[in-house]
């Protein structure tokens, strides 16, 4: 009787983990990401003071705050692969400042970005191994204001990518987090030249399972 017990156990939490990334179902979520990158990184988020000294006189700080959310919507064309659509949304505030100067510059930044996304689940019960990969393709305006005033507008295309966890909580939704890696290519328009900027970090996510369209 115990055996029958444990297997029945068995069977209902891989059905159940089962249903919820079957064939037909809908997924959609939002997380953001924690990155370490050459600079504080144009899709995370992140709060940093930098304090640079020009000469013996002479020295400035910048501070910056940054907050960056990735909301994302997909369908299960068959079990356990789930395609559809990223987004990345992101807002950022700065100031740098000079001992000595009569002015600081503030520094404000918005960004939108959309692109294609493919994840497959792993069953194995109640946390789900996943791997995945996205590419977005947006734009970021960053405007100076005060002693240095000016505006740039740059496009951006994004290939991203990783494993990550799934922590099932009930039966329609879950925490993620995935081991991330993000190459973004910047192009700036205005003057006329291109970047690169890799991150490596962790993205941290909630997402929701759930039903089938009724059949008409």
Not at 150 to 159: A, D, G, P
């Amino acid at each position: 009787m115990k055996i029958l017990n444990i297997l029945g156990i068995t069977f209902l939490i891989v059905f159940s983990t089962h249903a919820q990334t079957e064939k037909g179902r809908f997924l959609v979520g939002a997380g953001t990401n924690l990155g370490i990158s050459e600079s504080s990184g144009m899709m995370n988020l992140s709060f940093s003071r930098q304090k640079t000294f020009i000469n013996d006189n002479l020295s400035g700080q910048t501070n910056s705050n940054n907050i960056f959310i990735a909301p994302k919507a997909g369908y299960f064309i068959v079990d356990n692969l789930v395609a559809g659509l990223d987004m990345a949304l992101g807002w950022g505030k700065g100031t740098t400042s000079l001992d000595g100067a009569s002015q600081n510059s503030d520094l404000n930044t918005s960004l939108f970005g959309i692109g294609p996304f493919v994840r497959y689940y792993f069953s194995s019960g109640k946390v789900l191994p996943f791997a995945e990969v996205n590419t977005l393709f947006g734009s970021r305006n960053i405007e100076f204001t005060g002693a240095f005033a000016s505006e740039n507008q740059q496009t951006f295309t994004n290939i991203g990518g990783g494993v990550g966890l799934a922590f099932l909580l009930g039966n329609r939704s879950s925490i993620d987090l995935v081991l991330n890696y993000n190459s973004n290519r910047i192009n700036f328009e205005s003057e006329n030249y291109t970047d690169r900027e890799n991150t490596l970090g962790i993205k941290i996510g909630f997402t929701m399972f759930l039903g089938k369209v009724p059949e008409i």
